[in-house]
């Protein structure tokens, strides 16, 4: 599998912007799939994520309410859905996937093998 994130920008609070992470490869369908971010000077954290069949989505606290996880296995793609925007969700934004798992998402990085770029997503008071 190969990533390729994408929808980053300049957006200013209480704004939204979409995220998309587009995959290549055969194992996307059965894979949970994750985006982290990391902030300037801070360690990547996990943001949210879903499990292979969509079913399952789990959130860190501070975007919960505020962000949706989707994914479309048709077109191997994951979405993050990002609303209400606050300064604090600026970060890169990197989509992730977990090529040995495929249930309710994990939230450690470690459990990642294959990352995409990351895109820059940045939020002005």
């Known amino acids: 599998v190969q990533l390729q994130a994408s929808g980053g920008g300049l957006v200013q609070a209480g704004g939204s912007l979409k995220l998309s992470c587009a995959a290549s490869g055969r194992t996307f369908s059965s894979c949970a799939m994750g985006w982290f971010r990391q902030a300037p000077g801070k360690e990547r954290e996990f943001a949210a994520g879903?499990?292979?069949?969509?079913?399952?989505?789990m959130y860190v606290d501070s975007v919960k309410g505020r962000f949706t996880i989707s994914r479309d296995n048709a077109k191997k793609t994951v979405y993050l859905q990002m609303i209400s925007l606050k300064p604090e969700d600026t970060a890169v934004y990197y989509c992730?996937?977990?090529?040995?798992?495929?249930?309710?998402?994990?939230?450690?990085?470690?459990?990642?093998?294959?990352w995409g770029q990351g895109t820059q997503v940045t939020v002005s008071s």
């Open positions: 879903i499990s292979a069949s969509g079913d399952r989505t």
């Open positions: 992730a996937a977990d090529l040995l798992w495929f249930g309710v998402p994990k939230v450690s990085r470690n459990e990642y093998e294959v």
